[in-house]
């Protein structure tokens, strides 16, 4: 018997199932990522589209899938060359893997108390290249930035407990010490039926 490539419908009935057994965003992480792994490997998913860019925001965010309730959001993410996303939480657990070429995730923690309405300090701590079939993986809290520092535009699939426009969440200026909302620019296709994968 063949085994049929790892697909983007059986990957949502993995979420569903895998979202269903434990509302522990540290369990769920740790049971996606392999999955999206295998996705983000598979590329049975990928279309010449995800490639594409929004200039303004110096990268694409193509929504693949959301359920009804907007959990379970799935996007191809590209990122132009020498461009990439300030830091920013995503107000929901998250897990990014890699495409195609390579993009460097850099890490931060807030120092601050979050007394201060606007304001936020946040400091570096670590980074890591994300190439292909490499996951990383973050708490609603968690705080990255992301960079293309290659000379071709990257892909990277990225997986979110509710679709972040949705939540609330944050991103940050680490220099000027502030805090603002992070609304996306996202591509989604006009038709709901091919938004909503069928099971
Ligand atoms: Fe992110």
């Known amino acids: ?32 990522g392999p999955l999206a792994r295998d996705l983000a490997l598979a590329r049975t998913w990928l279309a010449p ?3 594409e860019c929004d200039a303004g925001q110096g990268f694409g965010a193509h929504l693949l899938h959301e359920e009804p309730d907007h959990t379970l959001a799935i996007f191809a993410g590209a990122w132009l060359p020498g461009r990439g996303a300030p830091p920013h939480n995503h107000g929901t657990w998250a897990v990014v893997a890699g495409v195609e070429g390579t993009e460097r995730n850099v890490f931060w923690t807030r120092v601050d108390d979050g007394s201060r309405p606007g304001r936020a300090d946040i400091r570096r701590v670590g980074d890591r290249m994300l190439g292909p079939g490499d996951v990383v993986t973050f708490q609603p809290e968690s705080i990255h930035s992301v960079v293309n520092a290659t000379a071709l535009v990257t892909v990277s699939l990225h997986v979110y407990g509710k679709h972040v426009n949705y939540t609330t969440r944050s991103q940050f200026d680490p220099e000027q010490g502030t805090e603002r909302a992070f609304i996306l ?4 296709p006009s038709s709901s039926d091919d938004r909503r994968s069928r099971s």
């Open 185 to 188: 620019k996202v591509d989604e």
């Open 49 to 51: 589209r995800h490639y």
């Open 1 to 32: 018997m063949t085994r049929q490539p790892y697909g983007l419908v059986q990957f949502v009935n993995d979420l569903r199932a895998l979202t269903l057994q434990s509302p522990d965003p540290r369990v769920i992480v740790d049971r996606v």
